[in-house]
């Protein structure tokens, strides 16, 4: 008799890849101790100094290109043999999809994709590591980097997507984020409302640890190994 799987929502940002090598924003060395979000990361930045944009991505498009995924990234794939799982990533990178997770919603966009930059469902997978002036779409634009910068919407069916996995989360892990960006940062409250057990994955407490049903301090590398082999213990005992 199959019992129903669990639904197991695992929303991630850049700490989960940070152990592959991927610079986090607002940890010690990352990407907004030294960059100006505006300059690089916001359309007005984009307007002003479209280069300097494309170099920003370009170096983390190399940098997501050189890393492999992590014991995190492998940990939370393994969690499908088990449950019902979907990733709601903020990150851009790859490396759930390539740990083998099947089920990956990016909420922030992805680098190794390029973008019209005046039509945003004019979207071109990259089968280079930059995306350089002159490179233009169908229509003639400047093609951009596929990824959400801060003052610009979220894709809406991607959005409202997430809205509908999260609240339907019986178990909610958020691995690996600060929990400052919105709206993604509203996701874990949004799956607590509606009953989800909420468990938080970070060496570090964040604006999300007060309301998280278990705080798991940690380095996601090292938890969620843990946790895979905790569940494979239980389920041996207690086969569904
Ligand atoms: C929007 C792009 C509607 C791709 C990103 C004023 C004007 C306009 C908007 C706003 C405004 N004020 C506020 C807003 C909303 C704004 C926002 O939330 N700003 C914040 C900073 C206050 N949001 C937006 O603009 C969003 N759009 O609101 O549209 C709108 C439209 C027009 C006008 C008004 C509103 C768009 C948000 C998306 C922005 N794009 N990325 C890219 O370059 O990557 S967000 C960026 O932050 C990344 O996507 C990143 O993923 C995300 C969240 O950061 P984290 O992933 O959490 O990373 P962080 O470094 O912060 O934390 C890492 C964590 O990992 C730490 O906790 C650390 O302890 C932990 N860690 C470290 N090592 C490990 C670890 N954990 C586990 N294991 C380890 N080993």
């Not at 190794?112 to 634009?141: N, W």
Request: charged residues 20%; hydrophobic residues 45%.
């Amino acid at each position: 008799m199959e019992f129903m799987r669990e639904k197991v929502v695992v929303f991630t940002g850049a700490g989960v890849s940070a152990e592959s090598g991927l610079r986090t924003f607002r940890d010690m060395g990352g990407y907004w101790r030294e960059y100006a979000i505006e300059s690089v990361a916001s359309p007005e930045g984009w307007k002003a100094n479209p280069q300097a944009v494309l170099e920003f991505y370009n170096e983390r498009r190399k940098a997501v290109l050189q890393a492999s995924p992590n014991a995190a990234h492998l940990a939370i794939a393994a969690l499908e043999a088990r449950f019902d799982v979907v990733v709601i990533t903020q990150n851009i990178d790859d490396l759930h999809e390539r740990a083998g997770s099947t089920n990956v919603m990016h909420v922030h966009g992805e680098i190794l994709k390029a973008r019209s930059s005046v039509d945003p469902f004019l979207i071109y997978p990259l089968a280079t590591a930059v995306i350089e002036m002159g490179q233009l779409c169908e229509h003639g634009s400047q093609l951009r980097p596929d990824v959400v910068w801060f003052g610009e919407v979220l894709p809406e069916d991607e959005w409202n997507a997430s809205v509908r996995v999260a609240e339907s989360a019986d178990v909610f892990l958020s691995v690996g984020t600060s929990a400052v960006v919105y709206p993604a940062a509203s996701l874990p409250m949004m799956a607590k409302r509606r009953g989800a057990f909420l468990v938080e994955v970070n060496p570090e407490p964040t604006a999300l640890t007060e309301y998280a049903d278990e705080f798991l301090q940690g380095p996601a590398g090292v938890i969620l190994p843990q946790m895979v082999e905790l569940v494979r213990g239980v389920r041996a005992i207690h086969p569904a």
